[in-house]
């Protein structure tokens, strides 16, 4: 029900919207000059921008589930703090929720209270709104910050994703190699099973790591090494039934974001040393705090 509003092909009909979104902010940041922040100019606003438009989420509100997804995530916070974030996400939920059952618009919460309604429960469309609004900004958000940040720091790189023409390649490999999402939801065993030699009793707990499966040489030969003409896969967006299902929308956003910023801004660059770039210190989510730049 929900992943045919997210196919590929379905994506392609937002282009349009997205590149009209991605212009704008870029005319914002141009227009604001020198330095910029790209966090807050272009990574963050772009796919909270799409989400909220696709869900019905009033953009006005980006604040407020910007910076509770953050704290979510945030393995320095003590767990009360990262709770009580996640409470008040669940509670904007329901509001928003309550409002579409009231009036439901033309997006997509309110199209699945108009069209199934009575087969989904309040808490069921709370939990379904909740995961996509997350899903929808904070992992494209970071993946175009570390993404720029990467393009930055290797001009021959940047160079060809400014041209475009293998665009597709390159945000393929950048997913792979910067793997933001650092593991998947933990699975539990149903049954003993060995996998890779280790063996796993019925019960036990397992944690995924994305980032470590796609720098296996097992996956792909010299897994360290970025190489945009790779044409292997990649665990970035998970595997199997649980496999993202936002992968054409994040994906079609970066084809579209990237090669933007570089055309808009010749002479991008960072506006402080690399070592000086602030990254999030413990996150599930691997990703920038900001990325200062000038041009
Ligand atoms: C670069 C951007 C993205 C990355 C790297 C990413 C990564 C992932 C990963 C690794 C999973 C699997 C988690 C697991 O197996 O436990 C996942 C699931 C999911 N993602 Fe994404 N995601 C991205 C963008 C998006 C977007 C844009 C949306 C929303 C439109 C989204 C919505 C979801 C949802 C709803 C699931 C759960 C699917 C399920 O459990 O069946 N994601 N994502």
Known sequence: MIAAGFTARRVQRLRPRIESIVSAALDEMERAGPPADLVQCFALPIPSMVICELLG???ADRAEFQQRSVIRFDGTRDM???????????????????????????????????????????????????????GGHETTANMLALGSLFLLENPEHAEAARDGEH????????????????????????????????????????????PSANHDDALTPEAERFD????????????GIHYCIGAPLARLEMRLAYPALLRRFPGLGLAVASDEVA?????VFYGLRELPVTW
Request: negative net charge; hydrophobic residues 40%; proline residues 3%.
């Open 57 to 59: 989420v009033p953009y």
């Open 80 to 134: 009360r703090t990262r709770m009580a974030a996640e409470a008040a996400s669940l509670k904007y939920m329901a509001g928003l929720v309550a409002r579409k059952r009231a009036d439901p618009d033309e997006a997509l919460l309110g199209t699945l209270v108009r069209e199934h309604g009575e087969e989904v429960d309040d808490g069921e469309l709370v939990g379904i709104g909740d995961l996509l609004l997350l």
């Open 167 to 210: 665009i597709d390649e390159m945000v393929e490999e950048l997913l792979r190699y910067l793997s933001v999402v650092q593991s998947g939801v933990p699975r539990v065993a149903r049954e003993d099973v060995t996998l890779a030699g280790q063996h796993i009793r019925r019960g036990e707990r397992l944690l995924c790591s994305l």
């Open 228 to 239: 945009a003409t790779r044409t292997t896969g990649h665990l970035a967006f998970g595997h």
């Open 279 to 283: 990254f999030r210190p413990s996150s």
